[in-house]
């Protein structure tokens, strides 16, 4: 299954940082919130920053907690894959259009 806010996150990752975003989620974890984390550190001694990330579940009690908190333990780029509260749209496949033969 698709995280509901896929999209969203891809366009505020920046593309330089080189994370790997999953792009499908367990149907069985639909309950979850899935939240990409993401570490920037400076590497002083090469002048450049290394970037890590992962990916972590939350039910929604928890994910309240540590929403509240993510910057006071150090993450600065949290982004919400998917959120179970959010309502998911579901687009209709197009019919084809067939037209009778005169």
């Known amino acids: 299954m698709k995280p509901n806010n896929l999209e969203q996150a891809k366009g ?21 919130y899935h939240v990409l984390f993401v570490v920037r550190e400076h590497d002083a001694s090469r002048e450049t920053y290394e970037t890590s990330s992962s990916v972590r579940k939350f039910n929604i009690e928890s ?14 780029h949290t982004f919400i894959l998917h959120d179970p509260t959010k309502s998911v749209e579901v687009v209709e496949p197009k019919k084809a259009v067939v037209e009778p033969k005169a």
Not at 12 to 32: G, Q, R, S, Y
Not at 63 to 76: D, F, P, S
């Open 12 to 32: 505020n990752v920046n593309p330089d940082w080189d994370v790997k975003i999953p792009t499908e989620i367990n149907e069985l974890e639909a309950h979850l």
């Open 63 to 76: 994910w309240q907690n540590v929403k509240a908190n993510t910057n006071r333990i150090g993450y600065k």
